[in-house]
């Protein structure tokens, strides 16, 4: 079913205070950043026009290109004015995406938080602490930051920036300075300590309302131990550590102190005695949650665990996501949410679990699939853009006829899935499978072509594409298939799969494969090779043979090193060839 809204995103006291809502279609318009066409409603009562793009973070944002290369600048300490020499841009376009992303990814964080519920229990330790920055002025307007994380997952569970007094005593310049300020704000500048630090530990509290017992540590700053007494009662069991203590791996709370390190690495707006420093603590609120989304459900959570984030560990996403990925979830907002049940929040077609009756916001279930189309054929990859258009599920990222200047625009957009034909001039489809590995390591990749014979087959899947699709497919097949390599599996459409068995059955294979190593796997080798064979994936291989989601992902790395196999193809043909694979 296409997208379809519930509520009317105007913010018209009208339509506000109005129950029911009622829309038409209202044509359609081509984006000018690829061409695609996009559905346009009008709401009957305000007559206000919005599309499907009115709900996404990037709506209004010209070249597209550049969301994916600030996102990455803003949390690797890349300043604005760099950024705006590098990309050939104005300083707006930065501060756009900033304040942009910043609330796109606090607003992201907080409904995966409470989506998590409290079924899952929280285990380990929680702590907190502060930092302290500036905004302009380092004696004058002093900025301190509470930070909440989690012990076993390190994930960052909530940020604040809130204002400190200034750093006195001060010379008589200074002292004219701050009352200057002052009359300027309007007030005089107090601590917000307390206030910031409760709002971390009201979140705390939220998460945990399911739980007996609640491990805390701070240091033995008396504030915290008031409000965390308030808040918890005697769920609490408070962990106190002091100060002064050094800042080793020894220290109790060497988490969330090399939290902080990890911060002012990556953003330039905690350096210290710089210009690069934060002139606005709004901005460096955005700047905080931009961060905290890239660290939580971006970045693997150490370099020795590439394959998990902080919110896997915690509990909060089932898998990684790409940067691209976490911008384009949209965030639902209703003005007439509160009180008039989860119809008003929700886009009908899109199947959810509705969070809690109090929450004025909704996620959608799943950004769409999106498909990058490789033909040099101009028809054929108009026909076959048509049929992917056509599926709400998916999304054309772009397409190209040139196999070069696609693997370019491949590294730019980074789409889920690519459907690549073999015979193309100047590259052929299966040589250009490496680069696109080189620019977009996680792509899944789709060879749809009219050859069928076993050394085209073989040599794709050696190649390491993921699934191989005769052109003349029917649309279901070709969604089926797209749907199966985004889940990492492996599709193989029936006609080619019959051709790999024969030629298996037959005799050799031009791909030639070592089966022997095969005898030197282990009994539970074995299980996990049959299991990834036929598609299964590390999450789906851990939970049939009882074992964690990491001892699977070990294993697969295993055997991938022993049997020389480096994709799921590889592994289902060498399958096929020992018996262990039914056709």
């Known amino acids: 079913m296409s997208f379809q809204p519930a509520f009317c995103p105007c913010e018209s006291p009208e339509c506000q205070s109005t129950q029911g809502f009622q829309y038409q279609r209202r044509g359609t318009y081509r984006r000018i950043c690829d061409g695609r066409e996009v559905q346009r409603f009008q709401c009957k009562r305000c007559e206000r026009t919005f599309s499907t793009q009115t709900f996404r973070v990037d709506r209004g944002l010209?070249?597209?290109?550049?969301?994916?290369?600030?996102?990455?600048?803003?949390?690797?300490?890349?300043?604005?004015?760099?950024?705006?020499?590098?990309?050939?841009?104005?300083?707006?376009?930065?501060?756009?995406?900033?304040?942009?992303?910043?609330?796109?990814?606090?607003?992201?964080?907080?409904?995966?938080?409470?989506?998590?519920?409290?079924?899952?229990?929280?285990?380990?330790?929680?702590?907190?602490?502060?930092?302290?920055?500036?905004?302009?002025?380092?004696?004058?307007?002093?900025?301190?930051?509470?930070?909440?994380?989690?012990?076993?997952?390190?994930?960052?569970?909530?940020?604040?920036?809130?204002?400190?007094?200034?750093?006195?005593?001060?010379?008589?310049?200074?002292?004219?300075?701050?009352?200057?300020?002052?009359?300027?704000?309007?007030?005089?500048?107090?601590?917000?300590?307390?206030?910031?630090?409760?709002?971390?530990?009201?979140?705390?509290?939220?998460?945990?309302?399911?739980?007996?017992?609640?491990?805390?540590?701070?240091?033995?700053?008396?504030?915290?131990?008031?409000?965390?007494?308030?808040?918890?009662?005697?769920?609490?069991?408070?962990?106190?550590?002091?100060?002064?203590?050094?800042?080793?791996?020894?220290?109790?709370?060497?988490?969330?102190?090399?939290?902080?390190?990890?911060?002012?690495?990556?953003?330039?707006?905690?350096?210290?005695?710089?210009?690069?420093?934060?002139?606005?603590?709004?901005?460096?609120?955005?700047?905080?949650?931009?961060?905290?989304?890239?660290?939580?459900?971006v970045r693997p959570i150490t370099n020795k665990r590439p394959h998990e984030t902080a919110a896997m560990v915690a509990g909060i996403l089932p898998s990684m996501l790409e940067p691209c990925e976490l911008l384009q979830w949209r965030i639902f907002h209703s003005p007439r949410a509160q009180g008039t049940g989860p119809e008003s929040r929700y886009a009908p077609g899109h199947e959810r679990s509705p969070p809690s009756q109090a929450s004025p916001i909704a996620m959608e279930a799943s950004p769409p699939i999106r498909v990058f189309i490789v033909d040099d054929q101009s028809m054929i990859r108009a026909g076959i853009t048509s049929m992917v258009t056509r599926n709400p599920r998916f999304e054309v990222a772009g397409s190209s006829g040139d196999p070069r200047a696609a693997i370019a625009a491949i590294g730019q957009v980074l789409p889920d899935v690519i459907l690549l034909d073999i015979s193309m001039p100047g590259l052929s489809g299966i040589d250009a499978i490496g680069q696109i590995r080189t620019v977009h390591p996680r792509a899944r990749i789709v060879m749809l072509t009219h050859h069928e014979g076993e050394t085209f087959v073989e040599q794709a899947l050696k190649a390491g594409a993921d699934g191989y699709l005769s052109k003349d497919s029917e649309p279901t097949e070709l969604a089926l298939a797209i749907e199966s390599v985004h889940k990492g599996k492996l599709y193989l459409s029936p006609r080619v799969a019959g051709v790999l068995v024969s030629r298996a059955r037959g005799g050799s294979s031009p791909v030639q494969i070592d089966t022997s190593k095969v005898a030197s796997l282990t009994a539970r080798e074995r299980e996990v090779f049959q299991l990834l064979a036929v598609g299964k994936s590390n999450k789906e291989v851990a939970k049939a043979l009882g074992m964690s989601l990491g001892t699977s992902k070990k294993h697969r790395e295993n055997l991938q090193r022993k049997l020389d196999c480096h994709s799921a193809a590889e592994l289902a043909l060498l399958a096929i060839k020992e018996g262990m694979l039914a056709p």
């Not at 609330?103 to 285990?123: D, M, N, Q, V």
């Not at 709370?253 to 902080?260: A, C, E, I, S």
């Open 62 to 297: 010209r070249r597209p290109s550049l969301d994916y290369l600030i996102f990455l600048g803003l949390v690797s300490k890349v300043s604005q004015r760099q950024m705006t020499r590098e990309h050939h841009c104005g300083r707006g376009s930065i501060a756009r995406r900033l304040e942009r992303y910043g609330k796109h990814c606090r607003t992201f964080h907080e409904l995966a938080l409470r989506k998590r519920g409290r079924s899952l229990p929280w285990e380990g330790q929680f702590q907190l602490d502060e930092l302290e920055t500036f905004e302009t002025d380092r004696r004058l307007k002093p900025v301190t930051v509470p930070l909440l994380v989690h012990l076993p997952s390190r994930c960052i569970l909530h940020a604040a920036a809130g204002t400190l007094p200034a750093r006195k005593p001060l010379s008589p310049r200074k002292q004219r300075q701050l009352e200057r300020i002052e009359a300027e704000e309007g007030q005089k500048r107090r601590s917000e300590s307390r206030e910031k630090v409760s709002e971390c530990f009201a979140v705390l509290k939220e998460i945990t309302r399911g739980e007996k017992v609640v491990r805390v540590g701070t240091d033995e700053k008396s504030t915290y131990r008031s409000i965390l007494k308030r808040s918890l009662g005697s769920r609490l069991v408070h962990q106190l550590t002091h100060s002064k203590r050094p800042r080793t791996i020894k220290n109790p709370l060497f988490l969330v102190n090399h939290t902080f390190a990890m911060l002012r690495d990556g953003l330039g707006r905690l350096v210290r005695r710089n210009w690069g420093a934060t002139k606005e603590r709004e901005k460096l609120d955005w700047h905080l949650w931009l961060y905290i989304g890239w660290r939580n459900y």
